[in-house]
């Protein structure tokens, strides 16, 4: 895994000590809640922390990343706060699970995207990654907002029922439950994992405290296409 990786005006690098830490963890607490402050998370210790900065070193986006080898690993990590993967404990990884990913206040351009993916694909092909997941913010804690989209996802987007995780959080909410009338869009996030060939699951959890919705998200790397998986591994050279 070859970091930093520099791609035209951008460059993707791993944070490299507590003052890089810091650092991410300023630009999300900017990025989530609006204002200065710093977002420190009990689990950080546990990730990997993925920079993106423009040619002067102007941090543009960030996310925590961390791989686990067997399924049995996923319990102590983010998602599993939310989700039960109780279902995934025999399933074969390794594992690359994918949090806290943000920009600057809409600021998510089509270069820093596929920077993104350059920079996950390298990190998939170090450690042989099976599967990607996460959770997928949609940015409030009223569901309805969403309803078109979390009925389009019903249809079209829902995983596997042998993996697609279990209710564990009392304020999640099934897609079907939720009207469908309200049309605010997709976050662009997971339109692109979608894009992939990736997979949600089939409720949305409601965070108070980070002011959002999750949806799980993941993506199989043997289920992609070669086509896909070729034009990710140029942008990765």
Sequence with gaps: MTFPFEKGRLTARLAAGAEDLRACQGFRHLSFFGREGVDVAPLDPLFQHLMIEDGAGKLLGTLRFRVSVQGAELTNGYVARHYDLARWQHVAGPFLEIGRFCTRPNDLDADLLRMLWGALTRI??????????????????????????????????????????????????????????????????????????????????????????????CLEVNAMSAARVARLRAVAS
């Excluded at 078109?148 to 959080?169: K, M, S």
């Excluded at 897609?175 to 992939?196: E, H, N, R, W």
């Design 124 to 217: 998939v092909d170090a450690h042989g990654i099976a599967m990607l997941f996460g959770c997928t913010s949609f940015t409030g804690t009223n569901p309805s907002r969403y309803g078109a989209v979390f009925h389009r996802l019903a249809r079209n987007h829902l995983g596997p029922a042998a993996l697609r995780p279990d209710l564990r959080d009392p304020k999640a909410r099934r897609f079907d439950d939720i009207p469908v009338t309200g049309i605010a869009p997709m976050p662009a996030l997971l339109k692109s994992y979608l894009s992939l060939g990736g997979w949600v699951g089939d409720h949305v959890v409601v965070d108070h405290e980070m002011n959002t919705l999750h949806v799980f998200t």
